[in-house]
């Protein structure tokens, strides 16, 4: 779901919001290994549905999937949108985020921040940059679907990064009754003088995973950190405990 | 997409809204001949949450369907749910809305009317009627599923009354290149008094199809017209044209 106001800001072009939309949720089936199908679609409808089908058509046509159907409703207020994406396995088992293993590496692809970069740069212009490069990252993010279908059948655990790389580093370290160990200097991230910030912000969209250290990678990618044996906290950071209370990603 | 203000009564119990909103999903794959097996949640975060997870509980077990996923997000201003059904097609060709044939039988099933009394009903106690047995057509609206399935290797054409009968009529009857005539004294109304309104208002999630005159029902329906040849116009009723244009149904 995304909702005006909080996934998008009000006065941005509506194609933008709708390849966001279809974007965000291959980003699920990318993390699974899944080869997308085609997407249902709830639309609240305003004054810019000619833009919004625009958007979902490019987005559609760039990924190869389907409108398979949906539903309109009217509505009052800020506007929200729901979409599900309907994919087929590639591999099994399916990978999640329950499975990483003590003695794994952890990797994340391409780099984090892009999308906090591009949202200033969006808000710097009214919401209105419509053409402006550096924006891109934020408006249009590209699920990683073909990364993802090479990854699945070798990694230990994988999910996508879509709320802040410690936070999901947590989460993914949590689920797999593990410690993750991390080591800053490694984070592969859009602005050094910000890395606090570049790791804690959400909708990057990158893929993080988990596989054995001998494992060759087909698809670029920086290592982070180690999958330790459980301890008595999820995540170290250089050395230190972080947990959800010290503000590591975005909670919904 | 259910929204607030427009699907549900604001202060309604949410158990109730989430019960409809799995019920009218379901509803649309009832029409289908489908099996159901699960649904996917989009919502809308609220002070009410432990209500709602308590009519989800309730539907998915009256209905034999599980909770695979979803998603949730805070929003503000008017609350926004959104729901997508998987199931499986129980015969083929899956029955649709586009081929009803010239000396088909019309039927539908139920009465039309009921949900428009129980909003009514719900309304005159301020949307909190939870315990009013004449309120449960609008609150707790049952997919007919095991009909569906019955009629689906039957029919020619088939869909649910979401949006009144004599609206889904002419949706049939314009998508089958076909004209439909009705006979209003036939129409199986909660209050004949309000014949009318009962066949305009929405939410009655009963069963319309056309068959072949000469097949023996599986499920109780009542016969309402016949499908004719396209000529001028796509409805008939009772020897007058009537279109969209005259409010035969809930548009959105």
Redesign the interface.
């Known amino acids: 779901?995304?909702?005006e106001?909080?996934?998008f800001l009000p006065g941005q072009d509506m194609a933008d919001v709708a390849w966001k939309l279809v974007a965000v949720n291959l980003s699920d089936l990318a993390a699974k290994g899944a080869e997308p199908l085609g997407v249902?679609l709830?639309?609240?409808?305003g004054g810019d549905d000619a833009r919004f089908a625009e958007g979902l058509r490019e987005a559609c046509a760039a990924f190869g999937v389907l409108l398979l159907g949906g539903?309109?409703?009217?509505?009052?207020?800020?506007r929200?949108f729901?979409l599900?994406a309907i994919g087929r396995a590639t591999c099994t088992p399916v990978p999640d985020r329950r499975s990483a293993n003590a003695g794994d590496a952890i990797y994340v692809t391409g780099t984090l921040g892009e999308a906090m970069l591009g949202f200033e740069a969006l808000k710097d212009c009214n919401g209105r940059d419509a053409t402006g490069a550096d924006s891109a990252a934020y408006r249009r993010p590209r699920p990683l679907l073909a990364e993802g279908r090479a990854l699945a059948p070798l990694v230990s655990a994988m999910m996508d990064v879509s709320d802040g790389l410690l936070l999901d580093c947590w989460r993914m370290a949590r689920a797999s009754h593990a410690t993750f160990q991390l080591d800053s200097e490694t984070f592969p991230v859009a602005d050094p003088a910000r890395l606090n910030e570049c790791v804690r912000w959400g909708d990057d969209y990158q893929l993080l995973f988990t596989v054995s250290a001998d494992v060759t990678l087909p698809v670029p990618a920086t290592r982070i950190g180690t999958v330790l044996e459980q301890d008595i906290a999820a995540l170290w950071v250089d050395g230190h405990v972080l947990t959800p209370r010290d503000g590591i990603g975005y909670q919904?």
Do not use: E, W
């Open positions: 779901m995304m909702v106001g909080r996934h249902l709830g639309y609240m409808l539903d309109t409703v009217r509505g009052t207020g800020a929200s729901g599900t919904h």
